[in-house]
C-alpha cells in the first residue's frame, strides 16, 4: 500500500505562481510514476503532468507545458509541481497519484494510489 498526501494549495492571483507538494509513504519501492491531475467544478479530472520516481520521463498537459514543472525531490519520497504563470483556468482541486507500473500516464484509471486533493483558486 502506497499513501499520498497533497500540499501547497491556495488562493492567488492570475500570474503568481504556488508549488504543491505530494508526499508519499508506505511501500514506495513499489511506485513506477507520480502523477499531477486536477478538476474543475462540473469538469472531469483531467492529467497535469506526470513523472517516474527514479525523476525522468517527465509529460505535461499541452496548456501547462512551460509554466508547470515536475519533479522529483532527492533523498525524498516527495514530487513537487512547480506553478508559474497561473491562469484562472487553472484552478481546480489538484489531485497527486502514484501508480505501480508504467500503463500509461494520462488516464486516471491507471493509477492506483490517491490523495485527497489540494485546492488551487486563481482570481482574475
Known amino acids: 500500500q502506497v499513501h499520498v498526501v497533497e500540499s501547497g494549495g491556495g488562493l492567488v492571483q492570475a500570474g503568481d505562481s504556488l508549488r504543491l507538494s505530494c508526499a508519499a509513504s508506505?511501500?514506495?519501492?513499489?511506485?513506477?510514476?507520480v502523477g499531477w491531475f486536477r478538476q474543475a467544478p462540473g469538469k472531469e479530472r483531467e492529467f497535469v503532468a506526470r513523472?517516474?520516481?527514479?525523476?525522468?520521463?517527465?509529460s505535461y498537459l499541452d496548456s501547462v507545458k512551460g509554466r508547470f514543472t515536475i519533479s522529483r525531490d532527492n533523498g525524498k519520497n516527495t514530487v513537487s509541481l512547480q506553478m508559474n504563470s497561473l491562469k484562472p483556468e487553472d484552478t481546480a482541486v489538484y489531485y497527486c497519484?502514484?501508480?505501480?507500473?508504467?500503463?500509461?500516464?494520462?488516464?486516471?484509471?491507471?493509477?492506483?494510489?490517491w490523495g485527497r486533493g489540494t485546492q488551487v483558486t486563481v482570481s482574475s
Open positions: 497519484a502514484a501508480q505501480s507500473r508504467d500503463s500509461g500516464a494520462y488516464i486516471p484509471g491507471r493509477y492506483d494510489y
Open positions: 508506505g511501500r514506495t519501492f513499489t511506485v513506477y510514476g
Open positions: 513523472i517516474t520516481w527514479s525523476g525522468g520521463a517527465p
